[in-house]
């Protein structure tokens, strides 16, 4: 079975700065998804970035991207230029490819951003 | 597009009461997903529905049953509440490889 791990339970950023929060996963599959989901204190799950694994380059959405290593099952988020409203816990998922796109998610990091 | 809906936001049940959450969705999607959100634990998969008229177990099912009504309506059952199905629930759906999309939860509480 996936798993997803990580391992920074809380994390802090100052505003204006650049934070990145860690992810690994554990996977016989070659061909996969990985996301980084937001999630504010409203509950609501707001997909940050998604990324391939055939896909060499890293995804970036705007603040937002990866740093996706295969070999190593690392795949870490940076957020530049941090705002207050980041503020919120950010989950890593994966997904297989297969027709039930069933998501593992690891525990969660809290971010909080300060002034 | 009201995207994915759920009802209720909020229940309290007592301890061996059942309860049915409801759960829609309108952009004609095959994939429906149940999960629980746990403190410290992230989102684990109860059951999910790869098609109308298919369900499967996921990761935590014990304890509850689903249905899948039709292609809009997946819903998830708690036959006798427990306090340790306290917990956040929330349903998804998608179609093959799109993005999967997320309602805005269910919070119970067992008492």
């Known amino acids: 079975a996936q798993t997803v791990t990580q391992s920074q339970p809380e994390m802090s950023v100052q505003e204006a700065e650049t934070v990145t929060l860690s992810c690994t996963y554990d996977?016989?599959?070659?061909?996969?998804?990985l996301f980084w989901y937001k999630q504010p204190p409203s509950r609501q799950m707001i997909l940050v970035i998604r990324?391939?694994?055939?896909?060499?380059q890293n995804a970036t959405e705007n603040r937002f991207s990866v740093n996706f290593q295969k070999a190593a099952k690392s795949f870490s988020l940076k957020i530049s230029d941090s705002q207050l409203g980041d503020a919120a816990m950010y989950f890593c998922?994966?997904?297989?490819?297969?027709?039930?796109?069933?998501?593992?998610f690891g525990t969660g990091t809290r971010l909080q951003v300060t002034l | 597009n009201a995207g994915v809906t759920q009802t209720p936001k909020f229940q309290v049940l007592k301890t061996g009461q059942s309860m049915t959450l409801q759960c829609a969705q309108d952009m004609n999607h095959n994939s429906m997903y149940w999960y629980r959100q746990d403190p410290g634990m992230g989102l684990r998969l109860i059951y999910y529905?790869?098609?109308?008229?298919?369900?499967d177990k996921g990761e935590v099912p014990n304890g509850y049953n689903v249905s899948r009504l039709n292609k809009r309506e997946f819903s998830l059952r708690l036959e006798s509440a427990a306090p340790s199905q306290t917990s956040v629930y929330f349903c998804a759906s998608n179609q093959h490889r799109e993005r999967v999309l997320f309602g805005p939860g269910t919070r119970l509480t067992v008492t």
């Open positions: 998922a994966y997904r297989d490819t297969g027709t039930a796109s069933k998501l593992t």
């Open positions: 990324q391939e694994a055939y896909k060499q």
């Open positions: 529905s790869a098609s109308e008229g298919t369900t």
């Open positions: 996977t016989s599959e070659s061909d996969y998804y």
